[in-house]
């Protein structure tokens, strides 16, 4: 139901800053809940943040909290995720996902996905 491409992901040192873009196409895009999930190399897709379909109600898992900010442009149809202040610990695949019930940290429990952007912190 809705295409979702990831971008903006890179090579940076502890402390700097991203910003990750996921372009969403699709006529259901303005009614879904977006978020982001990450996976390091041998570690399960975890959960980032998600936000409601409204832009309301952000919600970020505890190792993210006060650095990440999640953000949608429905007109623009494109979710972002700031990352300030990265640690090595936040080096992996990000990927944007849409159609979750909200709340829902279980990335089984989403229905799109985009094909994932690379964030390497080094320190």
């Known amino acids: 139901q809705v295409e979702l491409v990831e971008s903006g992901g890179g090579l940076v040192q502890v402390g700097d800053s991203l910003r990750l873009s996921c372009a969403a196409s699709?006529?259901?895009?303005?009614?879904?809940?977006m978020g982001w999930f990450r996976q390091a190399p041998g570690k399960e897709r975890e959960f980032v943040a998600a936000i409601r379909w409204s832009g309301t109600n952000p919600y970020y898992a505890d190792s993210v909290k006060g650095r990440f900010t999640i953000s949608r442009d429905n007109v623009k149809t494109t979710v972002y995720l700031q990352m300030n202040s990265l640690k090595p610990e936040d080096t992996a695949v990000y990927y944007c996902?849409?159609?979750?019930?909200?709340?829902?940290?279980?990335?089984?429990?989403?229905?799109?996905w985009g094909q994932g952007t690379q964030v390497t912190v080094s320190s």
């Open positions: 699709g006529r259901t895009f303005s009614r879904y809940h």
């Open positions: 996902a849409g159609g979750g019930p909200m709340f829902s940290v279980s990335a089984t429990d989403w229905i799109d």
